[in-house]
């Protein structure tokens, strides 16, 4: 099976560093690449976490990436900017979307300062992903990025693609709720396992109430064409998230969930 992890990271960081070493990897780009080929996974997308400058966007063939607006708050006097180079990227085959952090940077997805960038994503036809869920940092505000915002912006804006990143955990009625409502709205299911599990089934039995909540309401949306894998490299272990998605998948939408929709969605043409 081929697989396509739609939501990673690429940042050279020691927080970056320590979250790799206990999800039992490295981070970096050659044991990425390594890792990858060990498990079949042909192509990933890279969710920006770097500044909006074209020279700090390079990526090899296996990579594709959302340029990422996490560096600054939105304010009038930075948007104009912001937009002649987000276009920029967008105008790049390996730029396929772009990535929004609303929680990080303490703006709703659906206000009018957001406009020119779902204006772009329209005119280049790319979709926007949105962080949705929890977040890393205490400094980080969740009325923002709960996935019930998304529902608003998906009204408003009824030509744009919207990825909700991490299905909006764990807020999971709700992000279902406003998956299942707006045709313009897909998920991830990246960022809900974190470090390294030495035991999938026991790991199972522990979890079994979350897990069985999540089971639950993904039979409820009953639309495997709308979800994504990822796993938010370096945040957890790749082996396991390929067994985790796999159980709470069944088998007959694998191939949709691992590979077709990412290459739909992201227009990735593998």
């Known amino acids: ?61 296996y990579l594709s990436y959302c340029i990422g607006l996490d560096s600054t708050c939105f304010n009038e006097a930075e948007v104009v900017q912001q937009a002649y180079l987000v276009e920029k990227h967008l105008q790049r085959k390996n730029c396929v979307g772009i990535k929004l952090y609303p929680g990080y ?11 020119p960038f779902y204006q772009l994503a329209m005119q280049y036809k790319k979709p926007v992903a949105i962080h949705t869920g929890l977040t890393a940092t205490s400094n980080a505000l969740l009325k923002y990025s709960h996935p019930m915002t998304l529902d608003e912006a998906a009204v408003r804006y009824p030509q744009v693609q919207f990825v909700m990143c991490h299905i ?44 069985s ?10 639309n495997y064409d709308r979800l994504l894998y990822g796993t938010d490299w370096p945040l957890a272990n790749l082996s396991n998230y390929i067994e985790f998605v796999a159980r709470i998948i069944p088998e007959k939408h694998h191939d949709k969930v691992f590979f077709d929709n990412a290459n739909r969605i992201y227009e990735l043409g593998l």
């Not at 992890?5 to 979250?19: G, N, R, S, T, W």
Request: charged fraction near 25%; proline fraction near 3%.
């Open 1 to 61: 099976m081929k697989i396509i992890d739609a939501h990673i990271h690429l940042c050279q960081e020691p927080y970056f560093d320590q979250i790799a070493e206990v999800a039992g990897h490295k981070n970096t780009s050659a044991h990425l690449k390594d890792e990858y080929a060990a498990h079949n996974i042909v192509h990933g997308v890279v969710m920006g976490n770097r500044g909006l400058e074209l020279n700090e966007h390079h990526y090899p063939d």
């Open 105 to 115: 940077n303490h703006f709703y997805i659906y206000d009018s300062l957001v406009d």
């Open 168 to 211: 909006g955990n764990p807020w999971l009625v709700d992000a279902i709720a406003v998956i299942e409502k707006n045709e313009n709205v897909v998920a991830d299911l990246s960022g809900i396992l974190e470090g390294r599990i030495d035991s999938m089934p026991d790991f199972f039995k522990s979890k079994h109430g979350y897990i």
């Open 213 to 222: 909540f999540l089971k639950v309401w993904l039979e409820y949306l009953d």
